[in-house]
């Protein structure tokens, strides 16, 4: 049956697999004081690609780092991108074969927030990534990649400095229909 569907019609699993964009995956609570959180069966060849949204965090100090690693890999990250303060002018934030993707920055009181794409994470190839979010006065958009052969199923969010409490990690898959 073709989408957009109309009331009365009779939907059978193979029009629903089709039809939904995006399937939550998997739900991870930040818990109370953790510098990291591993999120595990995240990944799989279900999905090439993947959606992560982190929201409700409060974060013990700000202006630190949150950076993003698929589980194990620590080093071959590259990327790009740009913070922009409601205070001051820009700043350019990059990495050249580094520990991990930094994909964002840190806020207090529930304010940091971030969405994540990456792309074939499980595929055993290039996996590319792009953040968008924000923290108190700053937003911020990071482009990169990781390069590596590699299938991953879990990753790590973490901080550079300080803690973090509450708030939800969901991780979403685009389907490929």
Request: net charge positive; glycine share 12%; hydrophobic share 40%.
């Amino acid at each position: 049956m073709a989408f957009p569907y109309s009331s009365g019609n009779v939907l059978t699993a193979a029009d629903l697999n089709q039809s939904s964009g995006l399937v939550l995956v998997k739900t991870q609570t930040v818990g109370s004081a953790v510098s990291s959180v591993t999120v595990t069966g995240a990944f799989s060849s279900t999905f090439d690609n993947y959606r992560i949204v982190m929201a409700g965090v409060d974060c013990s100090a700000t202006n630190n780092n949150v950076y993003f690693q698929l589980s194990g890999l620590t080093t071959q990250y590259y990327f790009s991108g740009i913070y922009v303060s409601g205070a001051g002018a820009p700043a350019n934030h990059y990495g050249n074969n580094v520990p991990s993707f930094i994909c964002g920055r840190t806020g207090t009181v529930a304010a940091t927030t971030l969405v994540l794409d990456v792309m074939s994470p499980n595929l055993g190839q290039r996996t590319a990534m792009q953040s968008v979010g924000s923290a108190n006065l700053q937003s911020f958009i990071v482009n990169g990649f990781a390069q590596t052969g590699t299938a991953f199923t879990a990753f790590v969010i973490g901080l550079s400095g300080g803690t973090m409490t509450g708030g939800k990690i969901r991780v979403y898959g685009y389907n490929n229909g």
